[in-house]
């Protein structure tokens, strides 16, 4: 079967342990984790996981309900690229006098829609929002052009395209239910 | 109060009337809050800590409660993640309550500290550190919720000893919803018409029963299902049990050392209905040649267990207790006379190539599977079977009939030898009107041995028969099969294991030929006293059927 890039969106509880609780379920099936971004959600307490890893649709499917049985992970499920509108950042410093030793840098910082975080007289720090073919691209142009003393690339951070806002529909309905069981839920 | 009185009390609120454990450093505070409480809870002291969680599996198992392990830190911690492996593995509720180092000295490497919380994650349920007592009556409520719900299994409880003496208010609110956790998915109409047309339609149905209807305590409701269409259903290591061997659809054992008719029939019929089990390795062999003619209906508790080894063409998630029945109330009324028929000639091959020779021999070597038959019919089949793990596990799995349910504890999941004892002393615990009979090889019995002591102590009445062959009997066989009877360290020189028992203030006695086994056993089963019955069975016994590892259910072997 063909590897396919995924992307895991989670989310969880903010409790101790969870990073390691998620990693753990990776590691047994020997899953290589690509990237991986951890934040805080639009929703209080709850914390927003996006993980990117190559693997095969079966496995993607049986790591994600995996992931899901946790008990303080409130959701889990993947996505393809199609499925997404994904985002990652970049971080370059160059030093400033090889840079300058390029005569005019507009073009560069134009063509790849470069931000200047920092600049003096040592080194320039060039930031970069893209796919990762983008940020790579541009890593590459400096690296062979000016020399790139430090790059940084984040994880990556993606929204679903789908019309369903899965988290906020199923909490919703979770806390109706157990309201309509006078505050009890499938006890036996 | 204390923190550690708040545990005690928290553990009483939640019905708790048997701990298994063991003291030490980093929980004496729990101890002795422990001592006041005696008129509440029972605490039997094991003689390791591995043997105090497969008492508490054994209990639980058999009783349907949750089963309560107390240790200290450190080794203790270690020496109770086996239990655990093997309640995860086998669906089984524990609340495992380990101490731990006062919450200043965490990450310090101090004495008898260890990362119970990390070690655990990936074998538990829920594993949680208390470092603050406020937060003992919350962990204690969600602990037991979450091992006894849904899908049941081990939860860890790491109680930090600054927790145990600090000083609180206590309240206590049992937990019945955490809203990242639905344990029992909603039974979904669609799934059970789907489930119910197929099975209507079906001219060879076939239903494999796994230890989900025990756990959801729907034995009965099995029981209207098959027999409304007259589905013949056979039983995985873990469902045994769940019907009565003398009831007609009850078609025998799956997998690696099944029946004969259950394998080949899984091979054959046109719908499979698979309930409350998860196509284990052990029963399926080769996926790739698994029941490929036929429509897989999977009921479960659990989604991760839908299209995990096999792809089911109609899902039904829910509890076992609801599902059930739902689709018992869509079913056209059938016979499939023919087809039920039709697994009697595989029976009959199986008695004469195996059964045979092994249950009914009239001449040499006292053999295993006789010895569990004379032990089931002396106990009217009614024992509570506990095994160890092995050949003595496959013959009494096997060679045993069940009268009721939760009659056969055995390690199925993890295979942990060392399991029988401790195992049979919680079962007979968690069942204490019901006569205990404990197979073991002699391998296994070696392997928590110490546990005579606890026997002795508590004068708990299990009956233990050890299947002597002098030889790690399941590897051995592997030997002969697939290795060219190279026994490589296999063979055991035993000791006097009466002898053992009697130094334990256990009776005892040991066989060496047939003539002697009836009264053995009858002597055995005189009096609810723990007893060691030895037999000395034929050195190279085998387990037959077998299915290879890998080797499809139809290419079942039955020996010479």
């Known amino acids: 079967m063909e590897n396919t890039l995924y992307t895991i969106t989670v989310f969880s509880e903010n409790t101790v342990g969870l990073l390691g609780q998620i990693t753990i379920i990776f590691t047994r099936r020997g899953l290589n984790i690509e990237t991986l971004s951890v934040s805080p959600s639009a929703i209080k307490g709850i914390h927003k996981f996006t993980i990117t890893l190559f693997t095969t649709e079966d496995m993607v499917i049986k790591t994600v309900q995996q992931i899901d049985k946790r008990i303080d992970i409130l959701k889990a499920y993947y996505n393809t690229d199609e499925g997404l509108v994904s985002q990652e950042i970049a971080l370059y410093k160059v030093a400033t006098d090889k840079l300058l030793e390029l005569g005019s840098i507009e073009t560069l910082i134009r063509h790849h829609h470069i931000h200047i975080l920092e600049m003096n007289e040592n080194f320039v720090v060039f930031e970069k929002t893209g796919h990762y073919d983008e940020t790579q691209q541009l890593f590459e142009e400096l690296r062979d052009s000016v020399g790139v003393l430090q790059f940084i690339r984040s994880g990556r951070v993606a929204i679903t395209r789908s019309k369903v806002e899965r988290l906020s529909d199923m909490l919703d309905s979770i806390q109706e239910k157990f309201e309509k069981n006078n505050g009890y839920l499938n006890i036996q | ?560």
């Open chain 2, 1 to 560: 109060m204390t923190g550690a009185q708040a545990l005690m009390h928290s553990m009483v609120l939640e019905g708790v009337d048997t701990i298994f454990g063991y003291p030490g450093g980093a929980i004496m505070p729990v101890f002795d809050a422990l001592y006041d409480f005696d008129k509440h809870i029972n605490h039997i002291l094991t003689r390791h800590e591995q043997g105090a969680t497969h008492a508490a599996q054994g209990y639980a198992r058999v009783s349907g409660k949750v089963g309560v392990c107390l240790v200290t830190s450190g080794p203790a911690a270690t020496n109770v993640i086996t239990g655990i492996g093997d309640a995860l593995m086998d669906s089984t509720p524990l609340v495992v309550i380990t101490g731990q180092v006062g919450a200043a000295l965490l990450g310090t490497d101090a004495f008898q500290e260890i990362d119970v919380v990390g070690i655990t994650q990936p074998i538990t349920k829920w594993a949680y550190q208390i470092r603050r007592a406020e937060d003992i009556a919350w962990a204690v409520a969600r602990a037991f919720y979450i091992a006894r719900s849904g899908r049941p299994g081990p939860v860890v409880l790491d109680f930090a000893k600054n927790a145990q003496f600090q000083e609180i208010e206590f309240e206590y609110k049992p937990c019945t919803f955490i809203r990242s956790y639905l344990p029992i998915p909603e039974v979904n109409p669609d799934q059970i018409e789907a489930a119910a047309e197929l099975i209507n339609l079906a001219k060879r149905p076939f239903a494999l029963i796994g230890q989900g209807v025990v756990l959801a305590n729907a034995e009965k409701e099995l029981k209207d299902f098959l027999e409304k269409a007259n589905i013949p259903a056979a039983w995985t290591l873990l469902g045994a049990s769940a019907m009565a061997s003398d009831f007609p659809l009850n078609k025998g054992f799956l997998g690696m050392h099944g029946n004969v008719g259950p394998n080949m029939k899984t091979n054959e019929c046109d719908v499979l209905i698979a309930i409350g089990m998860r196509f284990d390795d052990r029963v399926t062999g080769d996926l790739k040649t698994y029941a490929k003619q036929a429509k897989i209906i999977h009921l479960d508790i659990d989604i991760s267990e839908i299209n995990k080894n096999v792809k089911a063409d109609a899902p039904v998630l829910g509890s076992a207790k609801e599902t059930i029945p739902a689709i018992t109330q869509k079913l056209n009324e059938a016979t499939h006379a023919e087809w039920i028929a039709s697994f009697d000639e595989y029976d009959k091959l199986e008695f004469e190539k195996v059964i045979q020779r092994e249950v009914h021999p009239v001449s040499g070597e006292i053999t295993m599977g006789e010895v569990i038959r004379k032990v089931s019919e002396a106990t009217l089949n009614n024992a509570v079977i506990v095994t160890d793990v092995g050949q003595n596990q496959m013959m009494a799995a096997r060679y045993s009939n069940y009268s009721q349910t939760r009659s056969l504890i055995t390690s199925g999941g993890l295979g942990t030898m060392g399991f029988g004892i401790p195992a049979a002393i919680g079962a007979k615990m968690g069942a204490p009107e019901r006569t205990v009979c404990m197979f073991c090889g002699d391998g296994g019995f070696q392997m928590t041995i110490q546990e005579l002591g606890t026997i002795m102590q508590e004068q708990i009445g299990v009956k233990m028969i050890i299947l002597n062959n002098h030889f790690l009997g399941m590897v051995r066989q592997w030997q002969e099969m697939f290795f060219e009877e190279r026994y490589s360290f296999t063979k055991m020189q035993n000791p006097d294991f009466v002898a053992i028992a009697k130094a334990y203030k256990i009776d005892g006695t040991e066989v060496h030929v047939r003539e002697e086994l009836d009264a053995a056993i009858a002597d055995m089963l005189k009096d609810d006293k723990p007893y060691l019955l030895v037999v000395n069975v034929e050195m190279k016994g085998m387990v037959y059927p077998m299915i290879p590892t890998g080797a499809s259910v139809s290419n079942i072997l039955l020996g010479d």
